[in-house]
């Protein structure tokens, strides 16, 4: 049975870091791409980043670029993403997913719920940055 463990969410202040994990089971990390996405309330679920399969790179929406960095360790089966330089606007729930998917699809938000071509999620971790 897959299943997807977000951990790492809480209260920072602008500026601040924190660092998400994704826990993965049932199957093998690294033969899935992994993304994170995050919802604001009021707002549609947007993909923010993403690790590809094998050695299939990563890629990161625009207003994430230069300051979050996804990565995963295989031997934990687990993904990270830190976060930096952290804005009010990032404040949201953030989940992970897992499918065989193109990163590049998935940072540009080109599918919709309530899936977004993921057939794989997490219960999700919040995030709050305060101004």
């Known amino acids: 049975q897959v299943q997807l463990v977000e951990s790492g969410g809480g209260l920072v202040q602008t500026g601040g870091s924190l660092s998400l994990s994704c826990a993965a089971s049932?199957?093998?990390?690294?033969?899935?791409?992994i993304a994170w996405f995050r919802q604001a309330p009021g707002k549609e679920r947007e993909g923010v980043s993403c690790?590809?399969?094998?050695?299939?790179?990563?890629a990161y929406a625009d207003s994430v670029k230069g300051r979050f960095t996804i990565s995963r360790d295989i031997t934990k089966n687990t993904v990270y993403l830190q976060m930096n330089s952290l804005k009010p606007e990032d404040t949201a729930t953030y989940y992970c997913?897992?499918?065989?998917?193109?990163?590049?699809?998935?940072?540009?938000?080109?599918?919709?719920?309530?899936?977004?071509?993921?057939?794989?999620w997490g219960k999700g971790t919040t995030v709050t940055v305060s101004s």
């Open positions: 690790i590809g399969s094998s050695n299939r790179g990563t």
């Open positions: 997913a897992a499918d065989l998917i193109e990163c590049a699809v998935v940072v540009a938000n080109l599918l919709d719920g309530p899936n977004y071509g993921m057939d794989h």
């Open positions: 049932g199957f093998t990390l690294s033969e899935y791409a």
